[in-house]
């Protein structure tokens, strides 16, 4: 069953602005006081967010987390031997030291352990996609609200100035009135893809039925595990896990759509695509068109892996089209383009800023404030629900109505989808 929970309507209405809600919280921290944390999930997310974490003035993190004993120890190392390394997640939360946690796990584990969190008193950065279905989302959020935490998502692209600056152009009118907005990301891979190992026995350094967690018993599998010191870890292409480039990718920039549109969600939607290119074992499609039909717009997000030609020249990234003009955006900045006539200049803006460390610097400032932070968890929670109901999409092949009041589809056999059974003792309770 879905939870309903109330929505925000004060979204963001400014580039930069922080969100002014204040929050009580009991253990209110000065602006001075060291604050100390802790990381759960060391692969290569895990890694970055150590990094970042450590570099925040008066911060400590006083623990690592990990199943994967080469990852636990290369946390270790990364700290000089200063942070202390634990193998279960729920010490961490027992230390009442500890005033926030970052999860930087696979998806499938994200919810409980920030539903845990919150309930622990410990504020949260989680990484995106926040969750694998619908009704975790919605959890997560009547966590954070119930137990007066601040939880910050990974979308780090809202801390981003040239980003803010590009959604602030939509809002403002700069571009006309914007009908279309197309997002994607364009690539050319093997057909053999991450290939086809058989399962068998996991390695000895690894809790394997701890890494699955809430997700369906499974035997062991290299790919559904996933770590690859190429490319970050594969179990993002299987459904029990993940969402595939939807939701790995697609929650970048369409939550960075919705910012610049104050956070409105699509009404319905509809999706094509499958596996057409590659020959692996992963779930999830290689190929995928998702159309997004908002209040006065439409917005597209496609993902290909046979073709890399694009608009620009760009791998991925947003197009805003207005009558006056075409606004690109990614990470490495924006190009406003004009309509033939329009009395405007064509513009181009490299970006201004480091936005994994504002995205930090934000957080931590949140913790001692008390105010929500730029990716709020009910934003990314917003974000992270369109991208969910575009796999919906194309799983029930179904054209989806979204009632974003009730939070739910007005199709009942898309409904199996917004939800999932958890293993035991996995199951999130509030």
């Not at 571009?175 to 050319?188: M, Q």
């Not at 596996?275 to 993902?303: C, Q, S, W």
Request: glycine share 8%; net charge neutral; charged share 25%.
């Amino acid at each position: 069953m879905i939870m309903h929970t109330p929505q925000r309507r004060d979204f963001l209405k400014t580039a930069g602005a922080a969100f002014t809600t204040s929050l009580f919280t009991g253990n209110v921290k000065g602006a001075n006081d060291r604050l100390v944390g802790a990381v759960i999930g060391m692969g290569r997310m895990g890694m970055a967010n150590l990094s970042f974490a450590r570099k925040m003035e008066n911060v400590s993190v006083k623990s690592v987390c990990d199943v994967y004993e080469p990852h636990l120890k290369q946390a270790v190392e990364a700290t000089e031997g200063k942070a202390r390394p634990v193998r279960d997640f729920r010490e961490i939360l027992g230390d009442k030291e500890v005033d926030f946690v970052c999860i930087s796990t696979p998806d499938h584990w994200h919810a409980y352990m920030t539903v845990e969190a919150c309930k622990a008193g410990k504020d949260v950065y989680v990484e995106k996609p926040i969750c694998v279905t619908v009704e975790e989302g919605a959890q997560m959020v009547e966590a954070a609200r119930k137990y007066n935490r601040v939880v910050q998502a990974g979308t780090m692209q809202r801390s981003g100035i040239h980003f803010q600056q590009a959604a602030e152009m939509v809002r403002r009118g700069d571009l006309g009135k914007v009908t279309v907005v197309h997002t994607w990301n364009y690539g050319n891979q093997s057909p053999e893809g991450i290939g086809n190992p058989a399962d068998g026995d996991p390695p000895a350094e690894l809790d394997w039925d701890m890494w699955l967690g809430p997700a369906p018993r499974r035997p062991f599998n290299k790919n559904r595990f996933g770590v690859d010191p190429k490319a970050f870890s594969h179990f993002r292409w299987f459904w029990d896990y993940a969402g595939g480039m939807m939701t790995d990718w697609g929650v970048h920039w369409l939550d960075i759509v919705q910012m610049a549109f104050d956070e409105a969600m699509p009404t319905a939607i509809s999706a094509s695509g499958g596996k057409m290119v590659l020959t692996d074992n992963r779930d999830t499609p290689d190929t995928i068109h998702v159309t997004y039909e908002y209040p006065g717009f439409i917005a597209t997000y496609e993902n290909r892996s046979g073709n890399a030609q694009s608009m620009f020249g760009k791998g991925g990234g947003i197009l805003f089209h207005g009558a006056r003009a075409t606004l690109f955006v990614d990470r490495g900045g924006y190009k406003l383009v004009p309509e033939k006539d329009a009395p405007l200049a064509e513009v181009e803006v490299k970006r201004f800023n480091d936005s994994n460390t504002a995205h930090w610097e934000n957080f931590m400032r949140c913790i001692k404030s008390r105010e929500r932070p730029i990716s709020d968890i009910e934003t990314c929670q917003r974000s992270t629900t369109t991208c969910l109901l575009g796999n919906v999409a194309l799983r029930s092949k179904l054209r989806i109505d979204w009632d974003s009041g009730k939070w739910t589809t007005a199709q009942a056999d898309a409904r199996k989808f917004l939800s999932r059974e958890s293993r035991d003792p996995w199951k999130i309770r509030l």
